[in-house]
């Protein structure tokens, strides 16, 4: 009988024991938690939310040929360009950039360093706001609206 | 009951309308596809590639596009006459971007392809004007 009780008892203070170290686990683990969300939220980025739509203003520049007839061709062929440059951008904005980087070392030393940068995306109605010429340089400002609707499925 | 003439002159001023009429308004649908490429930000090339539709083209007008006729017949003549306004036009209906670039030793080089993919465009000459309409 004695031995009986013992053993009970023993169970009992194990058991609760047990319970305790649970507690504590959760604890710790709600903690954890409560500090890692504010280095969540410290990270602001702008999200397309529903009913709401942003605004994407890039500006793209262009330069003009050497070998041009007139200054207006010069003029029409570097504002292409920036329309093209201006539409790249939009596309890295939106879409984003793929990165491929390469370095060749030999004998610790950098012989050879390459970066590879790719975009591929399709714009839609982007509208022209200013266009600027100086010096051979065309800058094309050009902005974007997109909405949450554009990308619901 | 009418009388033999009274029918003939109406059947021959019927006839008249429709003939004017046909004249007058001429629809075609063209296969247009747009390419420009830059390299290292200097426009390289510019081809616009334009054809006359073999077959009907599926879709329904979407975006169209107004242009003051000055004796065109067709969308080749009407797109060298108003080039930009058809270009701004296409950018509006959408455009693929193909873009890559390479920095070598600090040294960059880009290149950047502009794409309209071939697409079906309706081509309504009128008396003093045509509309382009983008099939979809």
């Known amino acids: 009988m004695k031995y009986s009780m013992l053993l009970v008892a023993l169970l009992s203070s194990s058991t609760l024991f047990a319970q305790n170290e649970h507690k504590e686990a959760y604890s710790i683990e709600n903690t954890n938690v409560a500090q890692v969300t504010p280095q969540m939220n410290h990270a602001e980025e702008k999200v397309l939310e529903v009913n709401h739509s942003m605004l994407i203003s890039v500006i793209g520049q262009g330069v003009a040929p050497m070998n041009t007839a007139s200054p207006a061709q010069a003029y029409a062929l570097a504002k292409r360009a920036a329309t093209a440059d201006a539409y790249r951008l939009i596309a890295e904005k939106v879409k984003g950039v793929r990165v491929d980087g390469q370095d060749v070392i030999k004998n610790m030393m950098v012989k050879r360093s390459t970066v590879r940068t790719s975009v591929n995306a399709m714009i839609r109605n982007a509208n022209v706001v200013e266009t600027t010429f100086k010096e051979g340089l065309c800058e094309v400002e050009m902005e974007i609206k997109l909405a949450y609707s554009q990308f619901a499925q | ?136």
């Open chain 2, 1 to 136: 009951m009418r009388s033999r003439d009274g029918n003939k002159a109406s059947l021959l001023a019927v006839c008249s309308i429709i003939f004017f009429l046909s004249s007058a308004l001429q629809a075609a649908e063209y296969l247009v596809s747009y390419r420009y490429v830059i390299k290292d930000m200097i426009l390289y090339n510019d081809s616009f590639l334009i054809s006359p539709a073999m077959k009907k083209c599926n879709g329904t007008p979407q975006r169209s596009l107004d242009l003051i006729l000055q004796g065109e017949d067709n969308l080749m003549q009407l797109v060298s006459n108003n080039n930009e306004a058809f270009r701004k036009f296409i950018e509006k209906i959408g455009l693929e971007i193909d873009h890559k670039e390479k920095t070598t030793n600090f040294q960059n080089s880009s290149s950047t392809i502009i794409t309209m993919k071939t697409s079906c465009f309706k081509v309504d000459f009128n008396d003093n004007f045509a509309r382009i309409s983008h099939l979809k």
